[in-house]
């Protein structure tokens, strides 16, 4: 007796698919997916910086101030491009096609860009201040990637409406956590910030998704944040100000665009109220 799946094993149907799953990954990868990879890339390279130009000169009392700055600014930068990355990632994917790895391995490039890279910036932040604070600190960066994590989590399992995102998106999230550290507020104020920037991830809050004329607003601000970092990197006149007069407008900015989406939802709201008593008046 011929076993069923044996038979089929040998059908020309699961040979087309045997040479499908030996086709080599490279061939099998999309632009898009090549763009979210070098997010991925962007994100190792900015702990990469954070650890050689960072935390090693702090630890060994070598470095100097310039060259900490520098190096500073560069994982910030990388932060900043693995956003840009992420950015053009989608609009690819909808505009030519994405493999059927496109969601996860965006996933994963998140993961690493915009929950470890910050989070470890943030454990570095906690060393450098003082190791009074070091482990408060370490908690905070823990809650940092946590948050990262179920966001990723839930984006991938739960529908949303249409055109918003349910929690502050984990790019822009990031790019707050890494503005509060560069405020240099007190401890405490940066730490507490810090959090509330982690809940607003996790939370039911809507913002607006990136598309259209919103994403080029959000393209000219990311290059705009790029040159207020290089100006600060290479301490040119006015550099610290317009640091961080960019870290404020981006704290600022995670805050109010929350606001706009309830009072939206208030309108449409009130608006479906008043149809509703329009209606019954109506059949009355």
């Not at 391995?105 to 470890?116: Q, T, V």
Request: glycine fraction near 8%; charge should be negative; proline fraction near 6%.
């Amino acid at each position: 007796m011929i076993d069923r799946n044996a038979r089929d094993s040998w059908s020309p149907d699961a040979d087309v698919d045997d040479d499908d799953d030996d086709m080599p990954l490279s061939l099998r990868l999309s632009i898009a997916d090549a763009l979210t990879l070098a997010n991925a890339t962007c994100g190792f390279l900015a702990v990469y910086f954070t650890t050689t130009g960072v935390l090693i000169p702090h630890l060994t009392g070598s470095g100097d101030v310039g060259v900490v700055r520098n190096n500073a600014a560069t994982a910030v930068l990388l932060m900043l491009l693995a956003s840009v990355f992420d950015l053009f990632d989608g609009l690819v994917a909808r505009k030519l096609r994405s493999s059927p790895m496109g969601a996860e391995l965006d996933n994963l490039s998140d993961l690493i860009s915009f929950g470890l890279a910050p989070a470890y910036f943030v454990i570095v932040w906690g060393l450098v201040v003082g190791s009074v604070h070091e482990p408060l600190s370490a908690l905070a960066a823990i809650v940092v990637l946590l948050a990262v994590v179920l966001r990723l989590a839930r984006f991938s399992c739960v529908t949303v409406p249409n055109g918003v995102f349910q929690g502050m998106p984990s790019p822009f999230g990031a790019l707050t956590v890494v503005s509060i550290v560069l405020l240099e507020l007190p401890f405490f104020p940066t730490l507490l910030a810090i959090v509330g920037v982690a809940w607003l991830m996790v939370s039911r809050v809507e913002y607006p998704k990136p598309r259209g004329p919103l994403a080029a607003a959000m393209l000219g601000w990311i290059i705009a944040g790029m040159a207020m970092l290089t100006a600060w990197a290479f301490d040119a006149p006015g550099g610290e100000l317009l640091l961080q007069t960019g870290c404020a407008m981006q704290v600022v900015l995670g805050a109010v665009i929350p606001l706009f989406a309830t009072a939206r939802r208030v309108n449409t709201f009130r608006d479906n109220r008043r149809e509703a008593r329009a209606a019954a008046r109506a059949r009355i």
